[in-house]
């Protein structure tokens, strides 16, 4: 039988990542899972399914030229509205951490490509698209934790949490 077991989770660490874009603007991206489901497939296989939300943020200096770019809404801006793939730089990339009861979720989101494109907000902001991609790691909190230092775990664990995986932790 085919099941689904939603899991809860918490957040230890979860920032954006930064990057600097060669037309002066910053763009700031971090995908953050909205739910994570544990999945037995009919064989008996376990599964984890890691649903994610894409959120980004993009810091436009007053001085960049918007003359020529037309007001559009981004929702509806397509790969032909590219003018250029453009050069960017990182400034921060993170690794945002999950933790679930028996596990750690690494969640680890990077841009590959940049655009401009011809197309500029209501505010006169230049439109950009990017291409992200994300990796996902799930680690047995134990093994986690063991990988870490005394202070990080400690800010990890609760202090009930510590004395009960004190003699595990390695």
């Known amino acids: ?3 689904h077991e939603q899991v809860e989770f918490n957040t230890i660490l979860e920032d954006y990542n ?12 971090k995908q953050m899972p ?27 200096p007053p001085t960049i030229d918007t003359s020529g770019l037309e007001f559009a809404n981004s929702d509806t801006i397509t790969d032909k ?12 990339e993170v690794s945002n951490l999950y933790e679930t009861k028996r596990s750690v979720v690494m969640v ?11 197309k500029k907000t209501s505010e006169g902001e ?14 047995e909190k134990r093994s986690f934790l063991r990988t870490l230092s005394l202070e ?12 009960d995986h004190s003699d595990n932790i390695g």
């Open 18 to 29: 930064i990057y600097s874009i060669e037309n002066g603007q910053i763009l700031k991206v």
């Open 81 to 92: 509205d590219h003018i250029k793939e453009l050069v960017f730089g990182r400034i921060k």
């Open 108 to 118: 680890e989101p990077y841009v590959t490509k940049v655009f401009l494109t011809n």
């Open 126 to 139: 230049p439109i950009l698209r990017y291409l992200s991609q994300v990796d996902i790691t799930l680690t």
């Open 152 to 163: 990080q775990r400690n800010s990890i664990l609760g202090e009930r949490e510590q004395e």
């Open 1 to 3: 039988m085919h099941t």
């Open 34 to 60: 909205m739910e994570i489901i544990n999945v037995t497939t009919n064989e008996g296989k376990q599964q984890v399914r890691v649903a994610l939300k894409l959120v980004s943020h993009i810091i436009t």
